[in-house]
């Protein structure tokens, strides 16, 4: 893990992503799940721990679209977050947390 200009943290190489897919990485102590969807050749960062279930599985789950929102369906419960801003489309009270990502350089980076 190497941090860069602004905090920006290389947490992985890009072919260490699966497409349209998630993966977990342990950045400074904390679980994040990392979707990349390869068709936009984006990454979204969001927090590993799923509230409901209390257990580190969010990047297991399976990614899907509500409206204009992209979301991960947690594997236990089921409930969506969205992979943009965190919040928890079932439950309007419940937000994880969510990072900036970007892939640059074949790198993988997370704005911690």
Same mark, same amino acid.
């Given at each position: 893990m190497m +941090? +860069?200009?602004?905090? #920006?943290?290389?947490?992985?190489? @890009?072919?260490?992503?699966?497409s349209d897919s998630g993966v977990c990485a342990l950045v400074?102590? +904390? @679980?994040?799940?990392?979707?990349?969807l390869k068709k936009?050749?984006? !990454?979204?960062?969001?927090?590993?721990h799923d509230p409901f279930s209390e257990a580190n599985v969010l990047s297991r789950g399976l990614i899907g679209s509500k409206g204009d929102d992209l979301? !991960?369906?947690?594997? !236990?419960?089921?409930?969506?977050?969205? $992979?943009? +801003?965190? %919040?928890? $489309?079932?439950?309007?009270?419940? %937000?994880?947390?969510? #990072?900036p990502a970007r892939i640059e350089n074949g790198l993988v980076e997370v704005l911690i």
């Open positions: +941090t +860069t200009e602004n905090n #920006w943290t290389a947490v992985c190489g @890009q072919n260490d992503l699966i400074n102590d +904390t @679980q994040i799940a990392l979707f990349y936009e050749q984006a !990454v979204y960062a969001i927090a590993n979301f !991960v369906a947690s594997p !236990v419960y089921k409930q969506h977050f969205c $992979l943009k +801003t965190g %919040r928890c $489309l079932d439950d309007e009270n419940t %937000r994880i947390h969510a #990072w």
